[in-house]
């Protein structure tokens, strides 16, 4: 049966702590043994949280997932164990990470990213007393696993607004990580966003690799080459949908001078992006920290949820970072933003997802 559940409005990024392991790293917090023996609710040694491709340190997806994680462990004393992805790691690798967390007693057991879709499938059915979650993908149908899912098309819609109205040539880019329908439901929501506010306004649209092994989401020297010819083209406000790549993306239009609008968390305020944030216009959010959180929690209460668990605009599962004080002065652009915004909430703009 599924249940859906509001994601937490506050989840914000912390800092990343550096891997000192190589090959499949690891880290771990003071995670408890017996788990919550006050409340007799919880019991566990707390989250087991399998990165994606990328690893932490991406300062985009994996890093929001990971403030979900420390969110989680700060209000609840849970504990629990993140470990990295290898580099050309096999689907075997996938079920043995999440098999070893399982084993271990961690709960919930997350896999951060599609790609685990097989795995957790695998390794849930063989721990039906283990809550599985899994970020970006619905197609895991079991009573142990929440498939933790978002409008994307939404937030992405609302960057389409900022990047036209905030242009100065009626030219703008869009660069997705790896060319899969999951990044093309980001390129679609930014289209139709952008040409609500001019029509003729001219895109330039890229997809890095194919697949992802070919670091798409993982390579910021993609992200640069790619950002450097859509510059040289025209454009003068860049979104990218490209992970890890995203920094190289955002370290050229600073050097160019140009708008770049960030993705997943609120890159505005990422550490290792501190140098480029007076060119980072907002960011496209996706609150994968928010479920991360929701879903520890609902564990540490003993009300695990489970089927499709979708974040959107209506509850702030996706939103439109507007740090930037730079971006703030731009009344008419935040007014088009806000307007978007609630035209969505209302149901009075459906936004395309291909």
């Avoid at 939404?154 to 790896?178: M, T």
């Amino acid at each position: 049966m599924s249940r859906r559940n509001r994601f937490s409005q506050a989840a914000a990024v912390a800092a990343v702590v550096a891997l000192a392991a190589t090959g499949c790293g690891e880290s771990s917090t003071g995670a408890k043994s017996s788990g919550d023996k006050e409340s007799g609710k919880y019991s566990g040694k707390g989250i087991g949280l399998a990165y994606d491709i990328g690893g932490k340190g991406d300062q985009s997806f994996n890093d929001a997932a990971y403030a979900g994680f420390q969110k989680a462990d700060k209000e609840f004393g849970i504990g629990g164990r993140d470990v990295e992805p290898q580099d050309g790691e096999a689907e075997a690798d996938k079920v043995q990470r999440l098999t070893q967390l399982a084993k271990e007693g961690y709960n919930p057991v997350i896999g951060v990213g599609y790609i685990y879709a097989p795995a957790v499938k695998e390794v849930a059915a063989k721990f039906p007393d283990t809550t599985f979650g899994i970020i970006d993908d619905e197609t895991v149908q079991a009573k142990n696993v929440a498939d933790l899912v978002f409008h994307e098309e939404q937030a992405s819609y609302l960057a389409g607004v900022a990047a036209a109205k905030a242009s100065k040539k009626g030219h703008i880019g869009f660069i997705g990580g790896v060319d899969i329908p999951l990044i093309h439901k980001f390129e679609a929501g930014y289209v139709q966003g952008a040409k609500s506010v001019n029509p003729n306004i001219k895109i330039e649209s890229q997809y890095l690799t194919e697949t992802p092994q070919e670091g798409g989401f993982s390579s910021p020297d993609k992200g640069t080459a790619g950002a450097s010819g859509q510059i040289d083209a025209g454009a003068d406000v860049i979104y990218h949908a490209a992970g890890l790549s995203g920094q190289g993306v955002i370290s050229e239009a600073a050097a160019k001078k140009v708008w770049a609008i960030g993705v997943d968390s609120d890159q505005y305020n990422q550490s290792s992006l501190a140098k480029y944030k007076d060119y980072i216009l907002g960011s496209a959010l996706k609150n994968v920290g928010g479920a991360v959180y929701d879903l520890a929690k609902s564990v540490h209460e003993g009300k695990p949820l489970s089927g499709v668990v979708r974040g959107s605009l209506s509850n702030d599962g996706v939103g439109f970072a507007d740090s930037n004080p730079k971006y703030k002065a731009m009344t008419d652009v935040v007014a088009a933003v806000d307007k978007a915004k609630k035209d969505i909430v209302d149901g009075k703009v459906t936004v395309n997802t291909k």
